[in-house]
């Protein structure tokens, strides 16, 4: 009651009082606002949680998860308190709690977690903690003022909370869930309020981004002047929930887009997971969403904004257009988990850089679907009939195979029409398996290449159903579709102006001025597309120079057409995150300078390099297709399979490396998004490199990655 | 009615740019500050640094650091001048130094002495910093001038192995992101144009992989070691006496390589980078046996820090000593439990 006599009395006397003063008018209105909501701005510390690797990899520095204190903010009187869950990311020991005004620190426990918001609600043992009140939805303005408060800066709460102060720079960011500000946000105010200049609270400040859904994700953003927040109005609608111990999830449908282009073009639905709730609903491949709960929606971005604030549980009216006609399904029940994509598996390698209509085969793995079906080594697949399609279609080359591929789903029914190697036609029906996780013994079969990588690419005859030619039309434009045709003819020129280096090349990375090493074989052949090995080396000095891996891995690369990037981290302890993007710099500018396999971009590392490489693929799974790491346990929980964008695992661990048990955790995490993982344990081998047999095998995994 | 007469007046004065409160204060603070060049220009090490004008015989407050390790030592005056200057005298304690510049008198300036009289600013005073970050201004060009608020008055948590200052007193926290290369010894002034601050260097928290942004405040006095003896350093002082050729600058703190003092706690194995401190066993008759530690307590702090894991308590531990007594607060079940340990003699080790 009395600090309400006295806001009060401050705003009416403080333009009399500043006189030519309205700065000092502002300062103190809002430090006013900042004191009212203080009381309820607690302190969070933890101890101990889920550790990693000994002396830290990528994650250490680069998204060390909320080790040092945080802020919560009080939601109900009775002990209640919601935080951001970065602060729980790493799974602390012990969580406690210190409130203004009240001695010593409060055991806290988890109640539940919010994972659509990022938020955390903790229960301490208290009563009669002060509750801030709540903008309502409707009175949030872009542009009114908005301070950050958060406790992480000074340990003792009885002092004034640290406070930014910025302004709502939107409204609905993060498909419909944040608030956004310029107020700076950082750890040392994530789980904090975001007070409006009346004393009310307006959000939850989260870490956020609107491309990753994790708890730290977003974080990379910090005090950037793009920050968010939940709004406390949601936050309060959903605490009952919360109180009751219900984790809350996103909700989803369970399909894919067909593109990754938001905004441009409409909703088509790539791929509808088996089992998922469009599937139940009877949603299909190739419709597009013209309306959700109502609402048209022009394109993916518009969808997602009326998605995204979903929960698990929540119903959802979609409205497809499938050929001329229109379909509403309602009632859809969002689910939480969508068991995450499963690429099919015919069971063949293809023969490479072959400009031919059809794909020819390389070889036939043993006990694979496409061997049940006489399919053999030599054979050429030229037209190929998924589920959904009218008639068999033809294709040219392996890239055009793989995507129509990744349309489908393991275990579905595949028609193939082939021409033996005797010239004679012959068809063969298979039951799609899985992409498989290990890499077979090579039987004998033909050559890798056709070595015409240049060779201008012969396209089948448009003789495509209505439904097929439709999808065609936006095939350019998915830009995460593996090789462009055109490129090969830009890197001709650039081959034909001037043969290309090869050998052990030192470079320094012209925009950030790094160094970097890369070796390409000298039997280099521009008509023959190397996979790409990217070397992340381990926290010591061994492995950082290109000659001693080279003693290594300089046979392979001229035997198995490898190039070979080796990028050096400029920290003395181990990568550090944030140096993913030079890293993929360095790749991008190898790219166009060698007639490079995008399937067989493989990123490599032991130790904390292992580490980078799991984060590399994970942020950059455009680019990247394989990972293989040594001795490096996984340290955050993987993100979901993806239909366009294959990714496999190979993962060694030492059996007597300390951390074995960590680095084989890897291996059940991975399958369970459904990644192909190839898993070694080598009984004798502690922190050193591949022994022989294992490095066999990790040549062979690699020459493999473009299985189909 | 006179309320109104008031704000009436106020958007008047806010109309004329010549009396914008900010425009009065820039102009004012950048006649008040120069320019340093010294040596660096290698390995992320730069040549350039941000004084602040304390004497109008050209005594400048600046950042300690290897910018100042040259006989070369130039600065710009806000009118352009080049002058020589010579390095008078360095705190470590307070990562500050003081230099003259040679030859100039009559030069505006900020009295340390009675903006250190002044009460400190609370968090949300609205501030400006003034930096040569980047080197973007040379000769008579103006400082970089940003605003923002206090976020914090708080100390940087050295103790915690987070931060990696040499200075270890209480700082404002800034929102606004001044610390960039070349604005360590920037001005931090009031929206009134008083020196609230020295600002500091480029700082890192570790835990967070976030950069800090910081100023000394103009105020700090803090106790320091000096060898073996405690003594109380504060900026005011060092700048007067530092002025008069008397300051004494403190040694630089020596490690102390010790063990700290015995416990007798031993602790589970630590086996990943953030292992809980729980107990595993105490030695029987040590400290931590007689002060009722049992196996399973987790540590959550020791003398109020927070401790977040096994490695985190022996870095604490390890700057303890003999006979020094401890409070820990250990979790025991769902309870806080607090735990005095006096610590005995660390027994030689064979």
């Known amino acids: 009651m009395r600090r309400y006599v006295w806001l009060g009395l401050l705003l009416t006397a403080s333009p009399a009082l500043a006189q030519p003063d309205l700065d000092a008018a502002n300062e103190q209105w809002l430090q006013a606002a900042a004191g009212k909501v203080a009381p309820s701005v607690v302190l969070i510390e933890t101890t101990g949680g889920r550790g990693r690797a000994g002396t830290g990899g990528p994650t250490d520095s680069g998204i060390r998860k909320g080790t040092g204190p945080t802020t919560g903010l009080v939601v109900a009187a009775d002990g209640y308190v919601i935080t951001s869950s970065f602060n729980f990311a790493d799974k602390p020991t012990a969580i406690t709690v210190s409130v203004p005004g009240r001695p010593g620190r409060l055991v806290a426990k988890v109640v539940a977690i919010d994972h659509s918001r990022m938020l955390t609600l903790l229960k301490i043992e208290a009563t009669g903690l002060p509750v801030p009140e709540a903008v309502p939805p409707g009175d949030v303005r872009i542009g009114q003022w908005a301070i950050a408060l958060g406790r992480a800066l000074d340990p003792l709460p009885d002092h004034p909370p640290s406070m930014s102060v910025g302004i709502i720079s939107a409204v609905n960011r993060i498909w419909g869930r944040c608030l956004q500000t310029d107020a700076k946000v950082s750890p040392v105010n994530y789980g904090g309020p975001l007070v409006a200049a009346d004393g009310r609270v307006l959000g939850i400040l989260v870490p956020a981004s609107p491309s990753g859904d994790g708890e730290t994700s977003g974080f990379e953003w910090y005090d950037s002047g793009i920050s968010f927040a939940v709004p406390f109005h949601h936050v309060l609608a959903v605490l009952p929930q919360l109180k009751a111990g219900k984790d809350l999830k996103r909700g989803l449908l369970g399909i894919t887009p067909k593109g990754s282009d938001q905004f441009s073009v409409a909703l088509t639905v790539n791929t509808v997971t088996p089992e998922s709730t469009a599937a139940r609903g009877g949603i299909k491949p190739g419709d597009v969403v013209i309306a959700v709960d109502g609402q048209p929606v022009a394109n993916q971005a518009q969808a997602y904004h009326i998605l995204g604030p979903k929960y698990a549980g929540d119903k959802v009216a979609i409205t497809v257009k499938r050929g001329d006609e229109e379909k509403t399904f309602r009632d859809l029940e969002l689910m939480g988990n969508v068991p995450p994509y499963r690429h099919p598996f015919l069971g063949i390698l293809p023969v490479r850089d072959d400009p031919e209509l059809g794909v020819a085969i390389r070889s036939v793995y043993p006990g694979s679907p496409a061997e049940k079906a006489g399919l053999q080594a030599g054979d050429r697949i030229m037209k190929v009939k998924l589920p959904g399609m009218a008639k ?10 793989r995507e129509m591929l990744d349309t489908v789903p393991a275990g579905v029914e595949i028609q193939l029409e082939c021409t033996a190697g005797d010239g004679k036609s012959k068809s063969a029906t298979l039951t799609a398996g899985l992409l498989p996780d290990d890499a077979p013994v090579l039987v004998s079969g033909g050559d890798a290449t056709a070595r015409k990588a240049l060779a201008p690419r012969k396209q089948p005859a448009p003789d495509l159903p209505d439904l097929l030619k439709g999808k065609d039309k936006d095939k350019g434009k998915a830009k995460d579709k593996a090789p462009k045709k055109e490129e090969p003819k830009a890197e001709e020129k650039k081959a034909a102006a001037k043969p290309p280096e090869t050998g052990l090349l030192q470079r320094t990375s012209p925009a950030r001025d790094r160094e970097y090493w890369m070796y390409v074989p000298p039997t280099y052949d521009p008509n023959v597309a190397h996979g790409v090995v990217i070397w992340l080396h381990g926290s010591t000095a061994v492995g950082r120079e290109g000659k001693d891996v080279m003693e290594i891995w300089g046979p392979v690369c001229a035997s198995n057409n490898l190039i070979m990037i080796g ?133 062979r995994w690699i020459e493999t990655l473009d299985r189909l | 009615m006179k309320i109104r007469a008031t704000i009436a ?6 109309a004329a740019p010549a009396q914008d409160r900010y425009a009065t204060i820039a102009q004012a603070t950048n006649a008040r500050m120069v320019k340093v060049f010294g040596s660096g220009g290698f390995r992320g090490v730069v040549a350039y640094g941000t004084g602040i ?45 003081l230099i003259k510049v040679e030859m100039v008198e009559d030069l505006p300036f900020f009295d340390v002495a009675a903006a250190a009289a002044r009460p400190l600013a609370l968090p949300g005073t609205w501030i400006l910093g003034f930096t040569n970050c980047f080197e973007i201004a040379t000769r008579d060009e103006a400082m970089s001038v940003q605003r923002g608020v206090i976020q914090a008055y708080t100390r940087l948590p050295l103790q915690r192995g987070i931060f990696e200052a040499p ?55 803090i106790e320091v070691r000096d060898g073996e003896a405690k003594r109380i350093v504060s900026l005011a002082e060092f700048v007067s006496l530092g002025m008069r050729g008397q300051y004494k600058p403190t040694a630089k703190p020596e490690k102390s390589a010790g063990d700290g003092g015995y416990h007798g706690i031993v602790l589970v194995p630590n086996v990943v980078e953030r ?36 490695a985190a308590f022996r870095a604490i531990m390890s700057r303890t000593h003999a006979g020094q007594v401890i409070k820990l607060e250990v979790r025991r079940g769902d309870r806080l439990e607090p735990v005095e340990l006096k610590l005995g003699e660390r027994k030689p080790q064979k």
């Open chain 1, 392 to 401: 068999a279609r033809a294709f040219s080359g392996r890239d055009q195979l």
């Open chain 1, 567 to 699: 990028p050096k981290s400029t920290s003395a302890t181990g990568w550090l995150a944030s140096e993913a993007e030079f890293v993929i710099e360095t790749l991008q500018e190898v790219l166009p300078q060698y007639t490079v396999d995008r399937q067989r971009i493989v990123a490599h590392g032991m130790g904390t390099g292992g580490q980078m490489a799991y984060y590399l693929a994970f942020n950059s799974r455009d680019l990247i297709r394989g990972v293989a790491t040594s001795g490096a346990p996984l340290a955050s929980t993987p993100k979901d399979n993806v239909a366009g964008q294959r990714l496999s695992f190979f993962v060694v661990a030492g059996g007597k490396d300390p951390l074995a048990k960590d680095i084989a955790g890897a291996k059940p995490a991975l399958t369970e998004k459904r990644f192909p993982v190839c898993f070694r344990e080598v009984p004798d081998m502690g922190k050193e490199y591949l022994d022989r047999a294992t490095f066999e095998d990790l040549v």
């Open chain 2, 9 to 14: 007046l106020v958007f008047l004065a806010a």
């Open chain 2, 53 to 97: 004008v304390v004497s109008p015989d050209g005594y400048v407050l600046t950042a300690a650091g290897s910018l100042l390790d040259t006989p070369e030592l130039r600065v710009h005056l806000p009118d352009g001048r080049r002058c020589s200057a010579k390095l008078v005298v360095i705190e470590p304690a307070l990562d500050a130094a």
């Open chain 2, 167 to 221: 200075y270890t007193g209480e700082v404002y926290v800034l929102d606004a992101v001044t610390n960039n290369p070349g604005a360590a010894g920037g001005a931090l002034v009031s929206r009134s144009g008083t020196l609230l601050g020295l600002i500091g260097k480029e700082l890192r928290n570790a835990a967070a992989d976030t950069w800090v942004n910081y100023a000394v405040p103009v105020q700090a006095r």
């Open chain 2, 275 to 310: 292992t809980p401190p729980y107990v595993e066993e105490t030695v029987p008759g040590s400290p931590a046996a007689a002060a009722g530690l049992r196996p399973d307590d987790l540590i959550v702090y020791v003398d109020g820090e927070p401790v977040i894991s096994v």
